[in-house]
Every structure is written in structure tokens, then in C-alpha cells.
């Protein structure tokens, strides 16, 4: 397909992109059923992720580079041991600012920003254009439309009222998601890359919106330490964690048996997994409820 290439807006062949980077599918495929379902329909299973014809052969090199940075020297080290640390250099937020661009961009060509304010549409184009600028190496400064890189694992315990979710340990573990998010006064760009999300800052309403999170640039260190989310963020988690929860339960009883086949014939591979730890927590933590929003509707 010939076209304009989204990043160097050149008319050349585009290649067939993925949205995400492909190696969280290839990762995904070998440590779970080796397929995935989409909130579209979840009764059909799929072999790969959202693609789209975005970028030129050249385009895909670029950000191939840093894809295969990241995977090799963090995210696959993280999910193998989550107390992981990491020297980064400007690879970690080259491929950050590729990862926010990509769903941004994706969201204007499918169908613009009709849920944003005038304000926020006008901070998106600017942040697209400012990443491209950072992405192509027109500029070393991206402003004000920071990189945030949050790790999420699983929760042992919670001591609050009842407004955890009681699928969100297995979210956390095993979701693929990504949204543009906004309230009145915030927009961001929201990336989960199973337990590593990307955070792109399209408008934020005060300094330190994210504390302990942000891509440092040139470098910096990732490791272990105490991290500050707003309650819409965390209140992001527990919906989205409710809504799988919710998709999950209106699968048929083939694919439920399909499922479940699945896991019986790796059941050592299994009992070692993040998905049957996460099951545990949240049944210790919310009891049947982790359970019962899995009853499918035909069921009740």
C-alpha cells in the first residue's frame, strides 16, 4: 500500500504496523494459551495484536531499534524478576514517546478526538508533533508532554473499603490495554504492556501529576521505589478491571472449555504463572467475588 508515512510523511510503500510492538504478543504467546481476545469479541481468539498500515520499511527500522532495546534489557528481565533495576539510556524514552505517538495517532486517523475539549485537542496535535520531532531527531527537548513508566504487580493485601476490584491482580498480570484517556483538566495517553505502562503526558494539571514514574532524559536508573498515582488513575485500573472481568463473562461454555483445556494440558506451567498467583490474591482478598463476576450470563 502506498501512502504517506505517518512519521517522516513521505509517500512511500507502508508497511502493515502494529499498534503495540509485536514483541509483547511473541512474549504473551509463549507464556500464556498462545492467544488473545479483544473487548470487540471476546469469543473469537486471535493470533497477534491491532495492526494498521502507519509507517514506511524505514519508519519500522527506527523503531525497531528501540523495541528490541526495551524487550531484551527490560521488559523481559522485569516480568522474569519484578525487583529488576536498569542503567537506560535515551532508548527507554524514545521507545515511550514511539508507544504514546503510535496509540495517539491511531486515535486521530480512526476517528479524531470528539471526547476531547478544544483545549486538549489542540495539546494533542501538539504533542504529536513534538514527539515526531523528538522520534526523527529534530529535537532533544519534548516539552511538557512527559514519559511516565509505572510497574504494576500483585496486591497481597488491602486494608480499604470494598472498592477494589476483585479481577484487578489479574489485570495487572495479564492485560493488554491501552486508551486516551482525559477528565476536565487531564489527557494522557494510557499504554499497558502487561505489568509496565506507559504514561504520555498530553495535558497536565500540576507539577508532579505523577510522582516517581517520569522518564528521565538522557538517562537514568529504573529500580524499586515508593510511586505516587492521582485516585482517576487508580480508579482507571479497577474499571478496566471490572469491564474484563465482565467481557470474560459472557463467553460461551466452548470457549470456557477451550480455556480450560488449555491450562490442563500445561497445568506445571500454570501453577507457576502470574495469572494462578493473581487468582489467589484476589480470591484472599475479595473472596468469591473473584469468582462470581466470572458466571457466565447464560448461567444465571
Known amino acids: 500500500m502506498v501512502d504517506v508515512c505517518r512519521l517522516c510523511e513521505e509517500e512511500k510503500e507502508l508497511r502493515l504496523s502494529h499498534v503495540l510492538p509485536s514483541f509483547l504478543f511473541k512474549w504473551k504467546k509463549k507464556h500464556g494459551t498462545g492467544f488473545f481476545r479483544t473487548s470487540e469479541n471476546p469469543n473469537k481468539r486471535i493470533h497477534d495484536g491491532l495492526k494498521m498500515h502507519l509507517l514506511c520499511s524505514d519508519c519500522e527500522q527506527i523503531f525497531g531499534v528501540w523495541e ?5 534489557r527490560f521488559f523481559k528481565p522485569f ?4 525487583e529488576y533495576r536498569v542503567k537506560y539510556s535515551d532508548w527507554l524514552i524514545k521507545f515511550a514517546i514511539s508507544v504514546s505517538w503510535r496509540i495517539l495517532i491511531y486515535h486521530k486517523i480512526k476517528g479524531g478526538f470528539p471526547h476531547l475539549s478544544d483545549i486538549q485537542i489542540a495539546y494533542s496535535e501538539k504533542a504529536l508533533s513534538s514527539w515526531r520531532n523528538f522520534l526523527l531527531g529534530r529535537t532533544d527537548n519534548i516539552g ?8 504494576v504487580g500483585i496486591i497481597k493485601s488491602y486494608r480499604e473499603d470494598n472498592s477494589l476490584s476483585p479481577y ?10 491501552t486508551n486516551l484517556l482525559r477528565t476536565p483538566n487531564t489527557c494522557l495517553i494510557y499504554s499497558k504492556l502487561n505489568k509496565l ?7 497536565q494539571p500540576i507539577q508532579d501529576y505523577l510522582e516517581g514514574t517520569r522518564i528521565e532524559y538522557p538517562s537514568g536508573e529504573f529500580k524499586p521505589r515508593s510511586i505516587g498515582l492521582p485516585p482517576e488513575i487508580f480508579d482507571y485500573f479497577n474499571k478496566q478491571a471490572n469491564l474484563v472481568a465482565q467481557l470474560l463473562s459472557t463467553l460461551s461454555e466452548k470457549q470456557w472449555s477451550t480455556i480450560s483445556k488449555s491450562y490442563e494440558n500445561d497445568i506445571d506451567r500454570l501453577k507457576k504463572s502470574d495469572i494462578y498467583v493473581a487468582t489467589g490474591s484476589d480470591v484472599s482478598i475479595s473472596g468469591q467475588a473473584a469468582f462470581n463476576i466470572l458466571e457466565s450470563k447464560h448461567k444465571k
Not at 68 to 72: I, M
Not at 144 to 151: A, R, Y
Not at 168 to 177: A, E, K, M, P, T
Not at 197 to 203: H, K, L, T
Open 79 to 82: 516480568h522474569e524478576k519484578t
Open 144 to 151: 511538557n508532554f512527559e514519559q511516565h513508566l509505572i510497574p
Open 168 to 177: 484487578l491482580n489479574r489485570y495487572f498480570v495479564g492485560s493488554v490495554d
Open 197 to 203: 505502562i506507559v504514561i504520555g503526558i498530553i495535558q
Open 68 to 72: 528490541k532495546q526495551f524487550a531484551e
